[in-house]
């Protein structure tokens, strides 16, 4: 994990929302989160920046597998 606290390095789960992180964003930077629903049913909001793609051939968003980047 590059960053966060809220999930362990190493969780893996699957993308349930993807928005802006309107707290972090200004009008010169964007930023997102993304919701991990875990495998063992929790759920948490984390950076974007914090997470990576197992499957880049999922089509949606929502059934996306993800790591935490360690």
């Known amino acids: 994990m590059t960053g966060g606290r809220t999930v362990p390095w190493g ?11 309107t707290f972090r964003s ?11 629903i875990t495998d063992s049913g929790r759920r948490a909001f984390i950076a974007a920046e914090n997470v990576t793609a197992l499957d880049d051939a999922c089509d949606q968003v929502q059934q996306l597998p993800i790591s935490i980047a360690s």
């Not at 964007?30 to 991990?36: A, K, M």
């Open 11 to 21: 969780t893996e789960g699957t993308v349930f929302w993807y928005g802006g992180d």
């Open 26 to 36: 200004n009008r010169y930077a964007s930023f997102y989160r993304v919701g991990l």
